[in-house]
């Protein structure tokens, strides 16, 4: 399975929004509704902020969100804010029990 | 609330073996996935392989298999990952994480930092 593909970098300035692409293929991103986002900060634990494309877990705010098309996942921040910068990685279902991660992109809020 | 304790960091030679734990608690033990993943210092997340508390079946990635091996112990509500003939590549903090949608890690422990150096 190889890694999906991510940008290294995204900016943006306070309030605006920022779109993350993750690009995989027809046999992990394409085939299933099954694409996670997570927030890492330096030196943290990664975050769950998005699940099966486009749910939000419970305390993450709605300025995030998922959305899928063919075989690419994007994740939007709307209305940046300071303490949104950080590593964002996607994972996806690969098919037969596994799963691949992208190789992340750091979000920097100008 | 979800809560995932992993064991301490630990510091091995090339060619040892490394057993990290993972001990749940906040939710139903036996009903959730756990999976493991890993990063090396400055590099992306890479996803190892996961476990099924209830049954103790697992899969692993590809490109662990037959180094490692995920086990649990349904009385403590701990899983464990063991990983074998460790090299420098290896070093890197380990995590646990529960599954509770579909395919996501959805509460992440603290890490357990392991380092391989001679």
């Known amino acids: 399975q190889s890694a999906l593909t991510q940008p290294p970098s995204a900016s943006g300035s306070p309030g605006q929004s920022v779109t993350i692409s993750c690009t995989g293929t027809s046999s992990d991103v394409g085939a299933y509704n099954y694409v996670s986002w997570y927030q890492q900060h330096p030196g943290k634990a990664p975050k769950l902020m998005i699940y099966e494309v486009s749910k939000r877990p419970s305390g993450v705010p709605d300025r995030f969100s998922g959305s899928k098309s063919g075989n690419t996942a994007s994740l939007t921040v709307s209305g940046l804010q300071a303490e949104d910068e950080a590593d964002y990685y996607c994972s996806s279902y690969a098919g037969s029990n596994a799963v691949v991660f992208g190789g992340g992109t750091k979000l920097t809020v100008l | 609330q979800v809560q995932l304790v992993q064991s301490g960091a630990e510091v091995k030679k090339p060619g040892a073996s490394v057993k990290v734990s993972c001990k749940a608690s906040?939710?139903?033990?036996?009903?959730?996935?756990m999976h493991w993943g890993r990063q090396a210092p400055g590099q992306g997340l890479e996803w190892m392989g996961i476990i099924n508390p209830s049954g103790g079946s697992t899969s692993y990635a590809q490109k662990f298999q037959g180094r490692v091996t995920m086990t649990r112990d349904t009385s403590t509500s701990t899983v464990y990952m063991e990983l074998s003939s460790l090299r420098s590549e290896d070093t890197a903090v380990y995590y646990c994480?529960?599954?509770?949608?579909?395919?996501?890690?959805?509460?992440w422990g603290q890490g357990t930092t392991v380092t391989v150096s001679s």
């Open positions: 994480a529960p599954q509770f949608g579909e395919w996501s890690m959805d509460v």
């Open positions: 906040g939710y139903t033990f036996t009903s959730n996935y």
